[in-house]
Each structure stands twice: as structure tokens, then as C-alpha cells.
């Protein structure tokens, strides 16, 4: 009985054992299960904290880069003299190398002009010698001692009045103030020729239309990838430059205007609008070479109308001036001083190239209307800005403009009219 009972004993004992691993085994394992969804959780919390990391990196790059721009505009705001001494030697240099420049020109224009004055006197001679041997013939014929025995008599006795030819002293004073006016006014003419293109002193109106000089407008009636407007033209090197173009925007933002890209860097010329969520207020990035930028304020430009903009830059010290419906709006130094923008590339319109000819986002274009662009090879003066503004004329050193287009793509249309007033 006591080995019966121990055994019935042994018995439960395994059964209770073998419920309480089956219960373990199922508790381990609805924790395994746990710990797997637990898992899959902080994998997907990682993602997003990397995520937010690198947003909080770009936001800490933007900072640091505004702080750097504030630190610079304190800076340039304390007076430093020897850096304004530097800045006008520099400038007193570019003065002498134009002084001599023009002397050189000058003293060409006197060495020309001195043979153009010789060239005259020759011909006057040679005039005053071929009307004396007309006045011998004239007075043979008429004295007998010289028949007209042909036509040629006949032509210069009715083609020369007599009364002209009274007294011959009277005659070639007069032909002699005439020569000498003849000279004087040539002298001014070519005095008064203009050593660079020049703009008229009051716009010329055409059909009702004050603002001309613009060739031709394009539409972008929405950003897009596919809308933007290539060249058949590239640009040349240029140690400063000028862009110059009419816009009207309807949009909260301006978007892109001009992406001039090489095969070394596909940011080299860019003008990029942000949008204002992404900053303070609108704006418009200069950008000349990757990761180096100015902002400009755009706010004004976006109500519907048409506004003139000029974008000019220069290697020497850095300089840059940006202008708003002919007026001075921004200005500054030190932006890529020194620096020389490499030809060769590719100049699109209307969208911001990733790579040459490519690359393009949606969210990176301009919707709106252009007209009259134009990039020069140098840096507008003041009083050029406001003629081209004005519709005046078009100063020299054009390198690209409306008339280069190659192709518009997508829904872009490019409509040519001649003034602003036109461009619908």
C-alpha cells in the first residue's frame, strides 16, 4: 500500500510538473511575441528620430549660417579703417587703369582724326585745282581761244552759271569757308560718337506703349518639371555679370528663375525663391557656387503686377547690387570675391537643375510671366539700370537674351511683343 500510494504520488507529481513547463512555455513565449512588437516599435521610433535629426541638423546649418551673416553685418557696420584704406586703393587703381585706358583711346582718336584732317585737305586741294582747270576752260571757251568742239564743252558751259564764276578770288574764299565748315562738322560728328552704347535720355513711345526693348514674353501658368525654357547659347566665363528681366507672380512665392549649371557644379548661377513657410518672409536666393548665397526681399513682387529686376555681381572685393523697379534695394561685399563663373554650361529658365539639362522638382519652379531677359558680361551703371527699367534701350554686352531661346518646353508659351504694354 505504502509503494502503491508512493507511486500514485510519483504520478501527479509528474503531471502537476509537466502542466506547470507547458504553462511556462506558453508564457515565455506570449513574452517573446511582446518583446517582437515591443522591437518593431523602436525600430520605427529610430527612423523617425533620424529623420527629425536631420532636420534639426539642416535647421542648425541654417542658423549657423544666419549667424554668420549677422556676425558679418555687425562687422561691416564698426568702422574699419584699414579695410576701407585697402578698398580705396583698390578702387583709386581701377581709376588710374580707366584713365589710362581712355587716354589711349583719346590719343587714337587724335591720331585719326589728325588723318582724317589731312585726308580732307588733300581733297579740298585737289577740288580747288580741278575747279581752277574748269574755270581755264570756261573762260577759253567763252574768250574764242577754246571752241566747245564736243559735248563735254557744252555739259560744263550749261551745267556752271557765269554769274557764279565772276570773281574767281570771291569763289574760292567761299569754297574755303565751306571746306573748312565741312571739316568742323565732320570733326563734331565724330567727336560726338559714343565710346559704349548709350541710352536715350527719354523713353521713345511706340503704339501706345512707353516700356519697350523686351523682345518677347514666356508663360508659366504652373509649376512644373516639365515647364521650363532651355537656350541655344551658353555663357562665357564671366568675372562679373548682370541679369536684368521683367516678372509678374501671382503665387505666395517666386520659385525659380535662372539655374546656370556646369558639369563641376550644377548650382554655379541660381536665382531660387523660397517659400515663406521655409523663412521669416519671401525671398529670393542668389546663389554663386554651392552652399554660398545672398537673400533678397521679394515680398513687394508678388501681387499680380509687373516689376523690373536687376541682379549684378562683381569678383573685385565680393560686390553685389540688387535692384527692385530701378531703385538700390541691396547691396554688399565679400560674396565670392575673387571668384571667376566658369562658361560652357547650361542656362535654364523656370526651374533648378540637379545636374546639366536635368534634375528638376515640381516644387522648385516659377509660375508667373518673364519678359525682356537679358544677361550681360558686365556691371550695369546706375543710369543703365534705370534706362533698361524704363524701356530706353539695351546698353552694350549682351551675351544672352530672349533671342537665344532654343525650346519651350511643356505648357510654356513664349509670346512676342516689342513693349511691356503689349505682352499679353
Keep these: 500500500m505504502t509503494k502503491a500510494r508512493l507511486d500514485m504520488l510519483a504520478m501527479n507529481q509528474s503531471r502537476n510538473s509537466s502542466q506547470v513547463l507547458e504553462s511556462r512555455i506558453q508564457a515565455l513565449n506570449d513574452h517573446y511575441h511582446h518583446m517582437s512588437q515591443d522591437l518593431e516599435h523602436l525600430k520605427e521610433w529610430s527612423r523617425k528620430l533620424e529623420k527629425k535629426n536631420k532636420r534639426l541638423e539642416g535647421r542648425l546649418a541654417l542658423m549657423e549660417r544666419n549667424l554668420r551673416e549677422n556676425r558679418r553685418h555687425a562687422q561691416k557696420q564698426k568702422p574699419d579703417l584699414s579695410e576701407e584704406f585697402f578698398n580705396l586703393t583698390l578702387e583709386f587703381q581701377s581709376q588710374e587703369e580707366r584713365l589710362g585706358a581712355l587716354q589711349v583711346q583719346r590719343d587714337e582718336l587724335l591720331v585719326g582724326l ?146 546656370y549649371a556646369t558639369h563641376d557644379n550644377d548650382n554655379q548661377v541660381v536665382l531660387f525663391g523660397r517659400n515663406s513657410s521655409s523663412a521669416s518672409s519671401p525671398s529670393l536666393d542668389f546663389v554663386i557656387g554651392d552652399t554660398v548665397y545672398r537673400r533678397l526681399p521679394v515680398s513687394s513682387l508678388l501681387d499680380a503686377h509687373w516689376h523690373h529686376l536687376c541682379v549684378l555681381w562683381s569678383s573685385i572685393q565680393g560686390r553685389f547690387w540688387y535692384y527692385n523697379d530701378r531703385h538700390l534695394t541691396s547691396s554688399g561685399s565679400n560674396f565670392r570675391k575673387g571668384w571667376e563663373i566658369p562658361g560652357g554650361g547650361s542656362v535654364v529658365l523656370g526651374q533648378e537643375q540637379d545636374s546639366v539639362g536635368g534634375g528638376f522638382d515640381p516644387a522648385e519652379g516659377f509660375a508667373g510671366q518673364m519678359a525682356g531677359f537679358r544677361v550681360w558680361n558686365r556691371v550695369l551703371s546706375p543710369s543703365e539700370v534705370k534706362g533698361v527699367a524704363e524701356g530706353r534701350g539695351v546698353p552694350r554686352g549682351v551675351v544672352l537674351c530672349m533671342e537665344d531661346i532654343k525650346e519651350v518646353h511643356g505648357e510654356v508659351q513664349q509670346v512676342a511683343c516689342e513693349c511691356l504694354e503689349h505682352c499679353v
Design 114 to 259: 589728325k588723318g582724317l584732317q589731312e585726308s580732307l585737305e588733300n581733297q579740298a586741294l585737289r577740288v580747288t585745282r580741278l575747279e581752277e582747270r574748269l574755270s581755264e576752260v570756261l573762260q577759253w571757251n567763252g574768250g574764242g581761244s577754246l571752241r566747245g568742239s564736243g559735248r563735254v564743252g557744252e555739259t560744263l558751259s550749261s551745267n556752271i552759271t557765269p554769274q557764279k564764276y565772276d570773281n574767281p578770288h570771291r569763289r574760292s574764299e567761299e569754297e574755303e569757308d565751306s571746306d573748312t565748315k565741312v571739316k568742323s562738322a565732320m570733326i563734331h560728328n565724330l567727336l560726338q560718337l559714343p565710346v559704349r552704347h548709350k541710352i536715350p535720355a527719354k523713353p521713345v513711345p511706340k503704339k501706345n506703349a512707353n516700356i519697350c526693348n523686351v523682345d518677347s514674353m514666356l508663360i508659366f501658368p504652373s509649376a512644373s518639371a516639365e515647364n521650363y525654357v532651355s537656350f541655344f547659347l551658353t555663357l562665357p566665363d564671366l568675372p562679373e555679370f548682370s541679369v536684368c528681366l521683367w516678372l509678374r507672380v501671382e503665387a505666395s512665392h517666386v520659385g525659380t528663375l535662372l539655374s
